[in-house]
């Protein structure tokens, strides 16, 4: 079963605009992990947040966590063509051993 | 690129074949998990390998096995192939079994089961 869940599920903006992809997840977390993937290649990580955080910041990316809501989001500025791939949030849950994957939100950035 | 290499890229096999998927770790890094990702959806969690224990699993048969070795490279073996286990498949090494650093993924085993 799949922990988080992104939405939306497709993005579509022009270079230049920010892109904003949201995670909704179910239980308690320690951290949460945000992921890109191209093309179905393998996962890039981009930023984890640990759950006595509310924000973080890396380049041009922008991480907030809302643990009253279970909620994340990503926020990338000033997108570029090479932004485009899909996101996934991850979820880690203290104790256990696995990252539970959302479906992703697939980003598309136009020249 | 991160250190973690998968081996094959691709592979084609048949109903009721089995197969073997390769993984080396990053250097350094003594836990490999392994992950199935369904065309449109995300990475489903198989298993963790820690210091060549299986650490932890998840919600797959037990025909799908795994190896970890003493320089914590990994094999993950499924018999009996069925045509939905065709996947991406992932391998990701970190430094802490209990996921609370970043995991570096391998570019993956793209299986196609006819």
């Known amino acids: 079963s799949q922990q988080g869940e992104e939405d939306p599920q497709a993005l579509s903006i022009q270079e230049g605009e920010n892109a904003t992809m949201n995670c909704s997840y179910k239980t308690s977390i320690n951290n949460l992990q945000w992921y890109r993937q191209n093309s179905g290649r393998g996962l890039v990580h981009l930023i984890l947040i640990r759950s006595n955080e509310r924000e973080k910041h890396s380049g041009r990316l922008r991480v907030t966590l809302d643990t009253s809501k279970k909620s994340s989001s990503l926020l990338i500025t000033a997108s570029r063509a090479a932004d485009t791939a899909s996101y996934f949030c991850a979820t880690d849950r203290g104790s256990n051993y696995k990252l539970t994957f959302g479906k992703g939100t697939l980003l598309t950035v136009n020249p | 690129e991160t250190g973690v290499t998968q081996s094959p890229t691709h592979l084609i096999k048949t109903r009721g074949q089995q197969v073997t998927l390769r993984c080396s770790s990053q250097?350094?890094?003594?836990?490999v998990s392994w992950y199935q990702q369904a065309l449109g959806q995300g990475p489903q969690f198989i298993f963790q390998y820690y210091r060549e224990e299986e650490n932890g699993r998840g919600n797959f048969p037990p025909r799908f096995s795994g190896l970890q070795f003493p320089n914590y490279s990994s094999e993950l073996n499924v018999n009996a192939l069925e045509l939905d286990d065709s996947a991406l498949y992932l391998c990701?090494?970190?430094?802490?079994?209990?996921?609370?650093?970043?995991?570096?993924f391998g570019q993956g085993t793209r299986l196609t089961v006819v």
């Open positions: 250097s350094g890094h003594n836990t």
């Open positions: 990701a090494s970190s430094l802490d079994r209990a996921m609370n650093t970043e995991a570096f």
